[in-house]
């Protein structure tokens, strides 16, 4: 135990995985079963229709079934030996490159095994109701399905390629699924945009990748990070740092942040399960998994707490100013994920924190969204926030539901984001320092901000007078909606008390993150301060939009409002600095090609057909001038020959 | 002795040579190019008498075999074009040309 | 085997060649038997070839010229063997897409009047010409079936070929003359070289082993490597490909761009590394400057095209930097990656240019401009041309990726800024890709398409396969690396490279 902790005290968790018995070597199933669902519907084509809703919830809640056996069968294992891996075939062989396909399942993974399947299955029979109208509902079952595949090999790989193989296959989905309206033009665009977004930052983890193997000799996690303290500062920061930049692609983080919003063009199960609970927190898991590397790097981990904060606060900001419901949330959803990603940067224990955020916000912001989903429902599809007011009486259990999930998103205490939430800002606080000082004052200031315009949604929604459309008549939606409604409630609720209290999650976290410091408070001065914050949040909100009248049309703002509508003008940014300049480079290449490199050839070519064109002349048709033409070159070999002789 | 020989087959070969540039009528140029043959022919014929070989003899048979086949075809040429055009001026069929 | 692999299509071309007027029918006919013959020897040939037995297997070899040491040679190692399935596998699906397209050639505005039975002819002796120049072991016999290949394709593309066909064709035919003409010349240089060494021969075993003067090789090295160049096709020599892919008929840009292309990058591994080792590091640094350029260029003008067919072109470009860059890597994972690369382009793009044709086929115009929408008419359509284009733009899971992984991996480890260039080729390949998926697939359907076909039968059978055989390499790329690794050690113990050890020396196993 001694040496042990001497270990954990300089920063290493060496897991060292053995091969899975019983329940837990039939966890490949987790990825068969989805992925064969997905085959199934895109290959059954329009004979599945009638029955592929079934089959694509069956399927996940398949493989929620053995998520919840594998996670028992863990139990049942002493807290070292969680670690198991199942060999599963050996992928690329090339030279000293040996690449594995593998399951690795400890407690980091085997929690996001059970959140990805365990919302995502509620979410898939939400859908059944909510999509029972669209002609594709097979389609989208299928894509369902293939992101449930692909995000549960994210989090099971044992090696940074596998891992890679999930990360870009949850956003092919995520891109089939925002454009699933295809026909729409801004669907297609926002879908076309998250891809390539994503894909900047896929090169920064492409190239982490490369360094891995350059300096390491192998992918795995357990080889890299077996010697991850034997590489250099420098390349263990670079390391760090090309992840972040993979994270910040795929978590919406600054600089990257701009496809989320648009995003929301897709279906509203899709935001609730992609874009709000899963694929969105992969960038944590990530930093979390790689947790060895960044404690090597000081300079990496300050970086992943900038990133963090200054996104939870633009994030909120942009939550402020959306009349969209659904942009709104997704601008929370960003705030949120700079929550994690800021404790994860924050070393130990905010691993836990994250984590644990991670996994009441998944709760909490899929009840939010799908809450939202049944409101849009109820009123034709639109979702602007000017257009609602009081539904609480038309829509009891959404707005029950959707209650539960704001206050426990603002950290009303005892609810699930309470725990989480507060755990951070503690963090960030006992991280010392100047720097922490900033940090713990901005994570405070973004909670505030975050009581402020959750209240904002929930009063324009909810609350005051109804300012409809005429042709609108708000009704509850169907049971198949309201239950995953009801039960993503449960979770909000009671999520974050089950995880935190007690050191439950940092004990079985610990053999992935290290042991948990003893003599966490629970409550402490900065609980108070949070808590006077959100009620500063709350009543602002209340002031602003319960007590006034709220305009169908959004007024003129002033130029903060102007500047969060415009989402912090990341877009104008983006459009200025990369898109038009871009433009211009593809357009001056492509003259550049056509008149310089093909113009050189074609000069070339004409130049050999001008020059023959005017030499030919010299055939005259005469035959005297060919004779003459014949003695005189007889007549100069003649006297070649002479001059050569003598 | 032969030399004298040599000397007259330059000068019947330039004859020739001038009449083929100078000359516009085809029979005219035909005839001029017969006669560049001869004299290479009794150049030739020299050549085997001062070298004492007979090289040279049969090389100009085979120069006459070779200048009769050319007058088969050369004059049945000059026969059609003078039907066609009215006119054996080599001159006037220039057109193949550029 | 392999003297059979060419006997059959290009007995088999002569055939459909001389059959009467008006048998359109059967000659179609007889050549998808003869080509799907000759598909199914070639799998019985790879199924029999043993990755660790020796280096060349299925060996024949016979006097040719013997007054010049000419020799009838053939043999595949892991690398040739690769291409010529892929060349097999191409050549049935090729001609079933291209069922119909004799008779259409030339668009509307310039009726067809050409052969239909030439078509196939020409088809079956392009496959003939493209496997034994995969297999020929001998020099002169490889430069024979090099230039050869280019008759076809010059009267493919010139005969059945878009409104430019003439153009294209010509310009395609000079490009490749000239770079054979210097090919020509090295090979004679080889030759007087190995003479001059006590005992002239065109063999490759027998040349490997010779000793050649630097500056010496170094000129023969250029004389093979532009007219590779030329065929692969490396910036910036390129300018034949997108105007010869787009005028082609569809199935010939398949071949031209799937397999031909290929025997470029093929050339530079077999013969430039091979052959002339010291003088191929000499110009590593050129090349690879020309590779990243060609990476970034060739994606950057992707994007800016309007043609879908130039568009898939200039994408192949994009993807030829990349497959020499991993050759020049002269690392293991680099030049297996590169051969897979090879393998996996030809599916890919294969698979592009077929849809991108049978989409043109129904709306008669190549411009992306005149879609919109297709995705609502067309699904299966839309679908299979998204995960080809998704295998273009190297998604894991399909069969790009683990080649450009490899090569990316492989180029790192040894030369860390062109690997970092190059991978910003993923983040273009993903904007070319799906724009033009958008702008012909998405959004509201365009008039003129609303009344367009989804998939026939017909082109469902021709399409299957390929998406298969891109997923089945996405996800289990084994069998084919351990084909190709071996070949790929071969090179390198050859050009006296080994991989760099890792930075961190390993403790332990993999795992």
Known sequence: MTTMNAALAAGEVVQHPHAAT?????TWLLIALPLAG?????????????????????????????????????????GDDRTNLVHLFQYIPAGSLNVDMNLWIDPLSISFVLLITGVGSLIHIYSIGYMAHDPDRRRFFAYLNLFVAAMLLLVLADNYIGLYIGWEGVGLASYLLIGFWQYKPSAATAAKKAFIVNRVGDFGLSVAVMVMFATFGSLSFQNVFGHASEASHGTVTAIGLLLLLGACGKSAQLPLQSWLLDAMEGPTPVSALIHAATMVTAGVYLIVRSHVIFELSPDARLLVTIVGAATLLAGAIIGCAKDDIKKALAGSTMSQI???????????????????????????????????????????DDVNMRKYGGLRKYMPITFATFGLGYLAIIGFPGLSGWWTKDGIIDAAFEKGGTSGQILGWLALLGAGITAYYMSRVMFMTFFGEPRWDEDVHPHESPRVMTIPLILLAIGSIAGGAFLIAGDRFANFLAPVVGEPEAGHKLITPYTVIVFALMVVGVGLAYVQYLRRPIPRTAPAGNVATTFARRDLYGD?????????????????????????????????????GGTSGRVRRVQTGFVRSYALSMFVGAALVVAALFLVRI | MTDHYLVLSAILFTIGAVGVLIRRNAIVVFMCVELMLNATNLAFVSFARMHGSLDGQIIAFFVMVVAAA????????????????????????????Y | MLTALIAIPAIGALLVALLPKGKDALAKRAALVVTLIVAVLTVVMALRFKADGPRFQFTEKYWWIKQFGVHYAVGVDGVALVLIVLSAILVPLVVLASWNDAERSGGVDNPPKRSVKTYFALLLSLEAMMIGVFAATDIFLFYVFFEAMLFPVYFIIGSYGGPQRSYAAVKFLLYSLFGGLLMLAAVIGLYVVSANAGHGTFLFDELRNLHIAPTTAKWLFLGFFIAFAIKAPLVPFHTWLPDAAGQAPTGAAVLIVGVLDKVGTFGMLRFCLELFPGAAKWFTPVVLTLSVVGIVY????AIGQVDIKRLIAYTSISHFGFITLGIFAMTTQGQSGATLYMVNHGFSTGALFLLAGFMITRRGSARIDAYGGVQKVAPLLAGTFLVAGLSGLSLPGLSSFVSEFLVLVGTFTRYKVPAVIATVGIILAAVYILWMYQRTMNGPTAEAVKGMSDLSKRELIVIAPIIAIIVALGFYPKPVLDVINPSVKQTLVQVHQQDPKPTIAEKGSHQ
């Open chain 1, 22 to 26: 019983g329940v837990l070597s039939a």
């Open chain 1, 38 to 78: 997905a085959a199934i519907l895109l290959l059954g084509g329009r004979r599945t229709d009638k029955w592929g809703h079934l089959l694509g919830t069956a399927m996940s809640l398949g493989a929620f079934l053995v998520g919840a056996l594998a996670f028992a069968a863990m139990l049942g294992q002493k």
């Open chain 1, 338 to 380: 700079g929550y994690m990603v800021l404790a994860a940067g924050l070393g130990r224990p905010g691993y836990v924190f994250a984590i644990a955020h991670l996994i009441a916000h998944g709760f909490f912001k899929a009840g939010l969204f799908l809450g939202a989903g049944s409101v849009m429902h109820a009123m034709n």
């Open chain 1, 572 to 608: 104008a940014l983006n459009e200025s600095l990369f898109m038009r300049p871009g433009q211009w480079l593809t357009r001056l290449t492509v003259y550049f090609d056509n008149r310089g490199v093909d113009g050189l050839v074609n000069g070339l070519a004409a130049f050999i």
């Open chain 2, 70 to 97: 050319e007058v088969v075809v050369g004059l049945a040429i000059i026969m059609t074009i003078f039907r066609s055009r009215k006119s054996s001026s080599v001159d006037d069929a220039n057109l193949l040309k």
């Open chain 3, 298 to 301: 060739g994606a950057v003008l």
